[in-house]
């Protein structure tokens, strides 16, 4: 089955520095790679996702790379601040077609913490 | 509007005892997916939905787990005769149906916090 593996496990920057979370996956055949943030007693919040048909995704502050021949994602958010702070979390699925059902499994999360 | 609510938020219980989880998905999302989280690890799978069938429960850990979804909207997860191990964060998440091509976002409740004594 798929694994997932994600670094760091901690992170701290300074405000308005770069931050770049990384993950490895396992099964080729994986398709969709989303990314989440999760706060403190509250359920994980999709920020920003890929298919494997694409190299590359932004979204203001946000990117998602991903280089499927060395079948790793990374996450890169730019002028970081104080409420980017969580936890980030990094998975892997492969959604059939025609279902849109992803099993998705995760990585072990990333805590990100921005200094003021 | 209203997202994913799950009750109770937190429960405590003695080993050995019965447990029901309950997820509310959003209104008119036919697919509905458990996951537990334990502590300092990400979510992992257990079991998904499509309307009132469980369409992969490939995740539940063992037969004293299970889950139901009579009506295609509110689903129930039972754990019998519960272990300490059984701690965790359960969560829920629901989606709409994806169409050809097209995968459709989980939304996830707050999570019920289960401690077994």
């Known amino acids: 089955g798929e694994n997932v593996e994600q670094h760091p496990s901690t992170l701290s920057v300074q405000e308005g520095d770069s931050a770049v979370i990384k993950c490895t996956y396992s099964?080729?055949?994986?398709?969709?790679f989303p990314w989440y943030k999760q706060e403190l007693g509250k359920g994980p919040q999709l920020i920003i996702d890929?298919?494997?048909?694409?190299g590359e995704k932004k979204d203001q502050r946000i990117a998602v790379t991903l280089n499927k021949t060395a079948k790793h994602f990374s996450l890169h958010i730019t002028e970081t601040q104080p409420e980017d702070s969580a936890v980030y979390f990094c998975?892997?699925?492969?959604?059939?077609?025609?279902?849109?059902?992803?099993?998705?499994?995760f990585g072990t999360g990333t805590r990100l913490l921005v200094s003021p | 509007g209203a997202g994913v609510s799950q009750t109770p938020s937190n429960k405590v219980t003695e080993k050995g005892k019965y447990v029901e989880l309950r997820c509310d998905p959003i209104s008119g999302h036919t697919a509905l997916y458990w996951y537990r989280q334990s502590l300092g690890q990400g979510p992992e799978f257990l079991i998904y939905?499509?309307?009132?069938?469980?369409?992969?429960d490939s995740g539940l850990p063992n037969d004293r787990f299970f889950a139901v979804r009579p009506e295609g909207s509110v689903s129930t997860l039972k754990i019998q005769r519960t272990e300490r191990g059984d701690s965790a964060v359960y969560l829920c998440?629901?989606?709409?149906?994806?169409?050809?091509?097209?995968?459709?976002?989980?939304?996830f409740g707050p999570g019920t916090r289960l401690t077994v004594l």
């Open positions: 099964d080729s055949a994986s398709n969709y």
């Open positions: 890929i298919r494997s048909n694409v």
């Open positions: 939905f499509q309307g009132t069938g469980a369409a992969d």
């Open positions: 998975a892997a699925s492969m959604v059939p077609m025609n279902t849109g059902f992803q099993k998705l499994v």
């Open positions: 998440a629901s989606s709409s149906r994806g169409g050809r091509e097209a995968v459709n976002e989980q939304f």
